[in-house]
């Protein structure tokens, strides 16, 4: 048993646990010209700087705002597609329309970002395309932060919807049916029979879905907002997250001080934050904590 767990404690502390050693240079301002453990020892300045500058804050508020809007209209919109699904009688359609829903979940982000600059492209963009041909004006969606933080949840919507959905059809599909008969018998309608038998079995899903998110929070989808971003400095101010600072961070001002003390930041932060939302729902129910 522990040999056949070895190629897996191997991959972890490879890929995990040792590289926490670089936790050190965060409290460094890092020089290339130097050995990797000889860089100027600088305590908690890189931090300072983020907290004085602002920018921790507005990382820390975009990746929180932009994972709870993912999180709560995620999770509403899974667990009303996953009712509906459930209530529909052609066995066929039920199929296709789950097949047809899930299928964005396997769209590279990559493919997103070149379908999504087909969309708003400014001179060629099917947008502008068709306010042209109505005799508008067309518009730089490029140069307007605020549509993207729509536009940002609307497409994380669409590539992850069918993906929760299916979780959620397949809580739905545990429920016994002896509970919706009886609920017939007693008259009730579809509606009640959903609001009181099925939304309250799928809340134990909901709790450890839920869970699992937050302990991410901290963690925004990189792929995503780096590929519909990139570097478009425009839309910092409302897009930038902690993932795509870090990653900007050592890739254009080779910044590795700041980059590791915004990853510690994140990681720690992200971690007290789990171990008190478990805390407060072992609580309330202990059946719905983690541990």
């Not at 646990?17 to 240079?25: A, D, K, Q, R, S």
């Not at 004085?52 to 709870?68: D, E, F, H, P, W």
């Not at 359609?93 to 396997?106: E, G, T």
Request: with cysteine; net charge neutral; charged share 10%.
């Amino acid at each position: 048993m522990f040999l056949m767990l070895l190629p897996t404690l191997i991959f972890f502390l490879v890929n995990s646990y040792f590289p926490m050693v670089g936790i050190y240079y965060a409290f460094t301002q890092f020089d290339f010209n130097s050995s990797m453990f000889n860089s100027k020892f600088v305590g908690l300045q890189n931090f300072e700087f983020l907290w004085r500058s602002g920018t921790l804050v507005k990382l820390t508020m975009n990746t929180i705002g932009y994972n709870i809007a993912f999180i709560v209209l995620g999770n509403v919109l899974a667990i009303a597609c996953a009712i509906l699904l459930s209530e529909l009688n052609g066995k066929w359609f039920k199929k296709i329309s789950q097949s047809v829903m899930f299928l964005p979940y396997f769209v590279s982000f990559v493919i997103l970002s070149v379908i999504v600059y087909n969309l708003f492209n400014y001179d060629s963009g099917f947008l502008n395309t068709m306010l042209t041909q109505f005799g508008l004006d067309p518009v730089d969606v490029y140069s307007k932060p605020w549509a993207w933080i729509f536009l940002i949840i609307i497409f994380y919507l669409w590539k992850n919807l069918g993906y929760s959905m299916v979780i959620y059809l397949a809580a739905i599909t545990g429920i016994s049916d002896e509970y919706y008969e009886a609920a017939k018998i007693d008259g009730a309608n579809i509606f009640q029979r959903i609001w009181y038998i099925t939304v309250p079995m799928l809340k134990s899903t909901f709790v450890v879905l839920l869970l699992f998110a937050l302990g991410s929070i901290m963690k925004g989808q990189f792929d995503l907002f780096y590929q519909l971003i990139g570097n478009n400095g425009l839309l910092y101010n409302t897009t930038d997250i902690l993932d795509t600072y870090v990653y900007r961070s050592l890739k254009v001002t080779f910044d590795v001080g700041m980059a590791t003390a915004a990853g510690v930041y994140q990681s720690l932060f992200g971690f007290v934050l789990i171990m008190t939302v478990n805390y407060i729902i072992r609580k309330i129910n202990d059946d719905y904590a983690l541990f």
